[in-house]
Nanobody
Framework: QVQLVESGGGLVQPGGSLTLTCAAS????????MRWYRQAPGQQRELVAA???????NYADSVKGRFTISRDNAKSTVYLRMNSLNPEDTAVYYC??????????????WGQGTQVTVSL
């Protein structure tokens, strides 16, 4: 059984910062790419940032220069540091990871989501 558990969401004022954390646990043999997605009300889920196992990153244009994705492979954890937040960043943020268990191929796993609200 593999689980992704997110934390760190909350209410923040415009211009503020938050750091999201997603920890993978269970019978994990290896983790490939790890990603953060978000979904605002009435919108489709969109990719925010991704990081490969060696540490290559890519970002949505809307967050470049403001968000930073990082990971700790020893802890099976991915982070999303969000600076200069604005109301358009309000959404439920989901962690996603490609995880391999012994004797299985890589599979996609999702966290339960954490709410980020940017408002006065």
């Amino acid at each position: 059984q593999v689980q992704l558990v997110e934390s760190g969401g909350g209410l923040v004022q415009p211009g503020g910062s938050l750091t999201l954390t997603c920890a993978a646990s269970g019978a994990i043999f290896a983790i490939n790419a790890m990603r953060w997605y978000r979904q605002a009300p009435g919108q489709q889920r969109e990719l925010v940032a991704a990081i490969t196992r060696p540490g290559r990153t890519n970002y949505a244009d809307s967050v470049k220069g403001r968000f930073t994705i990082s990971r700790d492979n020893a802890k099976s954890t991915v982070y999303l540091r969000m600076n200069s937040l604005n109301p358009e960043d309000t959404a439920v943020y989901y962690c996603n990871a490609e995880i391999k268990q012994i004797l299985n191929d890589y599979k996609q796993y999702w966290g339960q989501g954490t709410q980020v609200t940017v408002s006065l």
